[in-house]
């Protein structure tokens, strides 16, 4: 037998145990485990879902970073910002006021508003219906935009979000768990991913106590210290029990570093379900289900809504969670996003309470099979208003609006440019007010065609309607520029993504490029190391290494060059 085979035959223990020197000698299991303690690295005991020191970690995060979430791409925002809900939504209000003609200032509100751009592209798309129908609703309209949050609210005067609607939208601080900011009447109230953020419950009937109701709690954790090279949390678990303790804003913003290093232990308890109203009916309501969902913050918000609404007013949500009582087990009861969390809507709950309430909740034929749920919420019928939600908000709608841009899609991996341009063109002829079409259509003119010059216009037209919170489109905007050899623009644009997002892998990457243009060799080092922290995926790192060394072949070349000019200068002088 051979030396290699020799290697594959493991030691004897007692060999093994001699050769790494273990001397201690053998306990059988049960004895070693009856010396084991969990050690207690508890920071705040068993508390309901909504009151959990996560809940309130994410709800004070939102109110001190304000928007800066979605521009840095945090918190995904595109589903309901890209343009294509603001303009259903302009479509929606136009009917309504068509049917019922409304006197004086038409109002509308916006609740948790967050980035600002669903009311910004439905103030363009409604200005617009307007002015191509010739109706003075526009002129009339009164938009009270809020968010809980003050910095998003200076965030968007900052910006200066709305100075194309300056006589149209005013901005304020309002919170949706509490009285609405304005007196009414409203003529509608948009809720756009704003619902799974309030307070919420998860309850069940005791499966040991006849009759008794639990709920969801949460006991936090501080995870155990980590290995080595591996970050570790920047308080003690005694600082971090202090800070909670203490549970007010200054003491819990000192918490937002760590809150990555807390673990959850969850248990259905039967403490302060009596604070819940109508807990125990859901529960008899449902009596198979293992465990009901209740949205008692987003049905409190939708009440005071109601009661500030106009007879032919109406209440616009779109968010997520289970649209059927079939889909509520498979939801997680939390979802994350980055610092912040949410509890999807329990629709069919929320829509029987409503009914209760004497208000109509309507879906569009086919919304159970989207991701994100549309409900118009009326206090009265009103035919052509709903005819305009079920046209405008159906799966029929949505599969219409994506039929195009999927084909245009299609043909371009086949390659079949031509009938990707038409399918693409068809596809912004139903969608004008969508900034993310056009930026897809940017990069289709700029590295498919190339029309570099039709790939400008287009980015430039897209980031006119989204400014603030996307890189990827000052970048399109910059690429195209940049191939177009207009070196200084192109750097201007990709300035402007890293305003937006200063830890963006791509912009630094593009950075990159215009700083080593320009020689700025120290500069584009920089855009690199930042552009190698933060592409955590991946995606440019073999790119950044690449334009890292031509730079340093750069700074090579430029050092012998000024070395050789010394030399041709000496030898002449000498």
């Given at each position: 037998?051979?030396?290699?085979?020799?290697?594959r035959?493991?030691?004897?223990?007692?060999?093994?145990?001699?050769?790494?020197?273990?001397?201690?000698?053998?306990?059988?299991p049960?004895?070693?485990?009856a010396?084991?303690?969990?050690?207690?690295?508890?920071?705040?005991?068993f508390?309901?879902?909504?009151?959990?020191l996560?809940?309130?970690l994410?709800?004070l995060?939102w109110?001190?970073a304000?928007?800066?979430?979605?521009?840095?791409?945090?918190?995904?925002f595109?589903?309901?910002?890209?343009?294509?809900?603001?303009?259903?939504?302009a479509?929606?209000?136009l009917?309504?006021c068509l049917?019922?003609?409304?006197?004086?200032?038409i109002?509308?509100?916006?609740?948790?508003?967050?980035s600002?751009?669903?009311?910004?592209?439905?103030?363009?798309?409604?200005?617009a219906?307007?002015?191509?129908?010739?109706?003075?609703?526009?002129?009339r309209?009164?938009y009270?935009?809020?968010?809980?949050?003050p910095?998003?609210v200076?965030?968007?005067?900052e910006?200066?979000?709305?100075?194309?609607h300056?006589q149209?939208?005013?901005?304020?601080?309002?919170?949706?768990?509490?009285?609405?900011p304005?007196?009414?009447?409203?003529?509608a109230?948009f809720c756009?991913y704003?619902?799974?953020?309030?307070?919420?419950?998860?309850?069940?009937a005791?499966?040991?106590?006849?009759g008794v109701?639990?709920?969801?709690?949460?006991?936090?954790h501080?995870?155990?210290e980590?290995?080595?090279g591996r970050?570790r949390p920047?308080?003690?678990?005694?600082?971090?029990?202090?800070?909670v303790?203490?549970g007010?804003?200054?003491?819990?913003?000192?918490l937002?570093?760590?809150?990555?290093?807390?673990?959850?232990?969850v248990?259905?308890?039967?403490?302060?379900?009596?604070?819940?109203a109508?807990?125990a009916?859901?529960v008899?309501?449902?009596?198979?289900?293992?465990?009901?969902r209740l949205?008692v913050?987003?049905l409190?918000?939708?009440?005071?809504c109601a009661?500030?609404?106009?007879?032919?007013?109406?209440?616009?949500?779109?968010?997520y969670?289970?649209a059927?009582?079939?889909?509520?087990?498979?939801?997680a009861?939390?979802?994350?996003?980055?610092?912040?969390?949410?509890?999807?809507?329990s629709?069919?709950w929320?829509e029987?309470?409503l009914g209760r309430?004497?208000?109509?909740a309507?879906?569009?034929?086919g919304?159970?099979?989207?991701?994100?749920?549309?409900?118009?919420?009326l206090?009265?019928?009103?035919?052509?208003?709903?005819?305009?939600f079920?046209?405008?908000?159906?799966?029929?709608?949505?599969r219409?609006?994506?039929?195009?841009?999927?084909?245009a899609r299609?043909?371009?991996?086949?390659?079949?440019k031509?009938e990707?341009?038409a399918?693409?063109?068809g596809?912004?002829?139903?969608?004008?007010?969508d900034?993310?079409?056009?930026?897809?259509?940017?990069?289709?003119?700029?590295?498919q065609?190339?029309?570099?010059?039709?790939a400008?216009?287009?980015a430039?037209a897209?980031?006119?309607?989204n400014?603030?919170?996307?890189?990827?489109?000052w970048n399109?905007l910059?690429?195209?520029?940049?191939?177009?050899?207009?070196?200084p623009?192109?750097?201007?644009?990709y300035l402007?993504a890293?305003?937006?997002?200063?830890r963006?892998?791509?912009?630094?990457?593009?950075?990159?490029?215009?700083?080593?243009?320009?020689?700025?060799?120290g500069?584009?080092l920089?855009a690199?190391?930042v552009?190698?922290l933060h592409?955590?995926r991946?995606?440019y790192?073999?790119?950044?290494l690449?334009?890292?060394?031509?730079?340093?072949?750069?700074?090579?070349?430029?050092?012998?060059?000024?070395?050789?000019?010394?030399?041709?200068?000496?030898?002449?002088?000498?």
């Amino acid at each position: 037998m051979d030396d290699a085979a020799d290697d594959r035959i493991p030691l004897p223990i007692a060999d093994w145990t001699a050769r790494v020197r273990w001397t201690d000698p053998p306990r059988p299991p049960s004895e070693a485990l009856a010396d084991v303690e969990v050690p207690d690295r508890v920071v705040e005991d068993f508390r309901p879902l909504a009151e959990s020191l996560e809940w309130r970690l994410a709800g004070l995060y939102w109110r001190r970073a304000g928007a800066l979430p979605f521009a840095e791409n945090e918190v995904p925002f595109l589903v309901n910002n890209s343009g294509r809900l603001s303009e259903a939504a302009a479509r929606l209000l136009l009917a309504n006021c068509l049917e019922a003609r409304p006197a004086g200032a038409i109002e509308v509100l916006e609740l948790g508003a967050g980035s600002g751009l669903y009311a910004l592209l439905f103030m363009n798309a409604f200005r617009a219906l307007c002015q191509e129908a010739g109706h003075d609703f526009y002129d009339r309209l009164r938009y009270l935009v809020t968010d809980v949050s003050p910095a998003t609210v200076a965030q968007w005067q900052e910006r200066r979000l709305f100075a194309d609607h300056a006589q149209h939208v005013t901005c304020q601080v309002a919170d949706a768990n509490a009285p609405l900011p304005v007196a009414g009447p409203l003529r509608a109230v948009f809720c756009n991913y704003l619902l799974d953020v309030l307070p919420a419950a998860i309850v069940r009937a005791s499966p040991d106590r006849p009759g008794v109701v639990e709920q969801l709690c949460v006991r936090t954790h501080l995870a155990r210290e980590p290995g080595p090279g591996r970050p570790r949390p920047a308080l003690s678990l005694e600082e971090v029990r202090v800070l909670v303790a203490a549970g007010d804003d200054a003491a819990l913003v000192r918490l937002l570093p760590v809150m990555g290093f807390f673990e959850y232990e969850v248990a259905y308890r039967s403490d302060g379900v009596e604070a819940l109203a109508g807990a125990a009916q859901a529960v008899a309501a449902q009596p198979a289900a293992a465990r009901v969902r209740l949205s008692v913050g987003a049905l409190g918000c939708l009440r005071r809504c109601a009661e500030r609404l106009a007879a032919d007013g109406f209440i616009l949500v779109n968010d997520y969670g289970p649209a059927t009582e079939e889909e509520i087990p498979a939801y997680a009861v939390l979802q994350k996003f980055g610092k912040t969390v949410a509890a999807g809507i329990s629709f069919p709950w929320l829509e029987t309470e409503l009914g209760r309430l004497g208000l109509h909740a309507h879906k569009a034929v086919g919304d159970d099979a989207r991701s994100l749920h549309t409900r118009l919420v009326l206090g009265r019928h009103l035919p052509l208003t709903d005819a305009a939600f079920h046209d405008r908000f159906g799966a029929e709608a949505h599969r219409q609006l994506e039929a195009a841009v999927e084909e245009a899609r299609e043909h371009t991996k086949a390659g079949r440019k031509d009938e990707a341009l038409a399918a693409y063109r068809g596809a912004l002829a139903r969608n004008r007010f969508d900034w993310a079409l056009l930026g897809e259509l940017s990069d289709f003119l700029n590295t498919q065609i190339p029309d570099a010059r039709a790939a400008r216009d287009t980015a430039r037209a897209a980031v006119e309607l989204n400014p603030h919170y996307s890189p990827w489109l000052w970048n399109l905007l910059g690429d195209a520029l940049f191939n177009l050899e207009q070196f200084p623009e192109a750097h201007e644009a990709y300035l402007q993504a890293r305003r937006i997002d200063p830890r963006d892998a791509l912009t630094n990457l593009n950075l990159a490029y215009t700083h080593l243009i320009f020689a700025a060799h120290g500069e584009a080092l920089e855009a690199i190391r930042v552009g190698l922290l933060h592409d955590v995926r991946g995606l440019y790192r073999e790119r950044l290494l690449d334009k890292q060394k031509e730079v340093l072949n750069a700074l090579s070349a430029s050092w012998q060059a000024e070395r050789d000019r010394l030399t041709r200068r000496n030898q002449r002088l000498g």
